[in-house]
């Protein structure tokens, strides 16, 4: 089963913030949050990912709360193109590989012109 | 810098045929993971290898299995085809670190598998 819980869906209006929550009450002192997000018929995209840290790159930025039972992927200016079903990860890494990556059912986000 | 590769790009088998999947990681990778997706529904993970083991596997019976070669290449191999074996299959490639860094993985474009 996954770990996180994710909302079903959500819209966002074009150029607006988008804020996706995840929640990962259940999350280990050694797991990162990762996001992905998945556009239709591809295969899915890393987006970024955290261990306790807030983290921004050229696509999102991830706010991990202190106690890091939940964090939030802000796509800083929606655009039509990052309409997608977006997913919230956590995962070990472990010495001689990684632990297994479960992905839940995601959010689907609408951006509306 | 070629990505993560996956052939064939569709496929159509009948129920209990065996079919052979097959990937290409990012250049510089060492790790593939291969992944289900059924229609409407997140990836599920199969496996993963690494130095061409079987590293951890997800909830999969033994009609799935794998291969990892020498230049990081990979196989899935599915026999005994079911109707519910129909998804869209994904390989995913990263990179390990000794060093416990946490890398992210780099999906193919997947292998659509229909079984009729």
């Known amino acids: 089963d996954a770990k996180t819980t994710q909302p079903t869906s959500m819209d966002c209006a074009e150029g607006r913030a988008a804020n996706l929550p995840c929640n990962h009450s259940?999350?280990?002192?050694?797991?990162?949050v990762y996001w992905y997000r998945q556009i239709h018929s591809q295969g899915p995209q890393y987006i970024i990912h955290g261990l306790k840290n807030n983290e921004t790159n050229e696509m999102a930025s991830l706010i991990i709360t202190e106690d890091r039972k939940s964090s939030t992927l802000i796509l800083p200016h929606a655009t039509l193109r990052d309409t997608a079903v977006y997913y919230c990860?956590?995962?070990?890494?472990?010495?001689?590989?990684?632990?297994?990556?479960?992905f839940g059912p995601g959010t689907s986000l609408s951006v509306i012109p | 810098d070629a990505g993560v590769t996956q052939s064939p790009t569709h496929l159509i088998k009948t129920r209990g045929q065996q079919v052979t999947l097959r990937c290409s990681p990012k250049s510089g990778h060492d790790t593939v993971s291969w992944y289900q997706q059924a229609l409407g529904q997140g990836p599920q993970f199969i496996f993963q290898y690494y130095e061409e083991e079987e590293r951890q596997r997800g909830n999969f019976p033994d009609r799935f299995s794998g291969h990892q070669f020498p230049n990081y290449s990979s196989e899935l191999n599915v026999n005994a085809l079911l109707l519910g074996d129909s998804a869209l299959y994904l390989c995913a490639s990263s990179l390990k670190s000794g060093s416990g860094v946490s890398y992210e993985q780099y999906f193919g474009p997947g292998t659509r598998l229909t079984v009729t």
């Open positions: 259940t999350i280990s002192g050694n797991e990162y």
């Open positions: 990860i956590v995962t070990r890494l472990m010495k001689t590989s990684y632990d297994k990556v479960i």
